[in-house]
């Protein structure tokens, strides 16, 4: 069985919270990384800025590893909400750019709209070949910790970082004024789109979608 | 071998023209046509307006063929420039709505790029099965017609129609006034972008991709 590698990159305003993100040179720049990485991915080089992305300390994106890894995969970007574009060709899902979680990230009707179109998607997806879900998000782990906590899941402090220092407490002080928003349970939609961002609400549409009709995904990482 | 079926869409304000296409109940209609044959052919109904596009006496879009045909045959939705956006999961390469090829169809960088992110989406494809090219654009003969003048056939009344009967004079008239703007001989992104549209200039940089990285290409029609 073929492999399709399905790259999921948007942004949320969580990264520009400074020390929260090393997945970019500055806290601003972390909103080019989604982009830089695939272009890098499937052009051969970063076209937004001429530039490879990097950690404040000058360690490369991981993209490098995916791009010597998967030379001969066929990929595909998703762009779940990126406030910068990727300049390749890029499937896109009616969604928006991730706000500051402790003030809401998504509206809901974008949030539903990334639901019904990722399904799709993945249900086109299945007969293709195993879907191999990668994504690309600075600030990712920690929504991933919102979205759990929002779900009722003990997660405090329990989300990784691209960081070998793990900004724990500032991670976790994000996500408890973030989800005192809420009156628990809240349903999955809900918590992506108030505490969450697009991209795991993307991949778990088109994971969704894919499993749906009877494909396998296998998740990847970022 | 795998099939996928990519359907490329987009619009040109040549459907516009009173007379020329019968791809939808009005010239402004048309404009809605390939958004609702895509939505059509993915979610099994149309979305952006409920109601399944016909010519103005009420033949319904070769669309419900193309489903019946491929119904389990993975498809993927290309926006190259449609000014009604389908409200299903669609890949971008950053091309614009086509204008009237009687003032000029795309701006020039704008078809650089939907003929760079063709290329790039093409190679990815080729990994994936036999690529089935597909289209939807009102219009789409009259600018063909254009493009293949432009490029030095004699293609004067020679291109088809949705319609049994085939507006030759109108369409001639238009691709007549549309070339005299250029000064052969000119090469095929100058014709694409000046008397072209943006579906024909992706399907023919998704081929090239698609070839280029060894894959296999069908070309499947409107």
Redesign the interface.
């Known amino acids: 069985m ?1 492999d ?1 590698l399905v790259v999921v990159v948007g942004t949320t305003d969580v990264s520009l919270i400074p020390g929260i993100s090393i997945a970019g040179p500055s806290p601003e720049a972390t909103h080019y990384t989604p982009a830089l990485d695939v272009e890098y991915l ?2 051969g080089r970063p076209i937004t800025l001429d530039v490879v992305p990097a950690t404040p300390e000058g360690i490369p994106t991981p993209a490098l590893v995916t791009r010597a890894l998967t030379s ?5 970007v ?1 762009d779940a909400g990126a406030r910068v574009q990727p ?8 969604g928006v750019p991730g706000g500051d979680i402790r003030r809401g990230a998504l509206p809901r009707e974008a949030a539903e ?1 990334v639901v019904k ?2 399904v ?2 993945g249900r ?6 195993r879907v191999v879900l990668g994504e690309s998000i600075p600030g990712g782990t920690t929504t991933a910790m919102a979205i759990l906590v929002a779900l009722g899941y003990d997660a405090w402090g329990r989300t990784s970082s691209a960081a070998s220092n793990n900004p724990k407490e500032l991670k976790t002080a994000v996500v408890k004024e973030a989800v005192s928003r809420l009156k628990p349970p809240v349903d999955a939609v809900t918590a992506a789109s108030e505490v969450g961002d697009p991209v795991h609400l993307a991949l778990a549409a088109i994971a969704l979608g894919v499993v749906a009709a009877g494909g396998e995904v296998l998740l990847a990482g970022g």
């Open positions: 073929n399709l499937l052009a001969d995969v066929p990929k595909l998703v300049q390749v060709p890029r499937v896109v899902l009616g709209r179109n990722g799709l998607l086109q997806l299945s007969g293709l070949g």
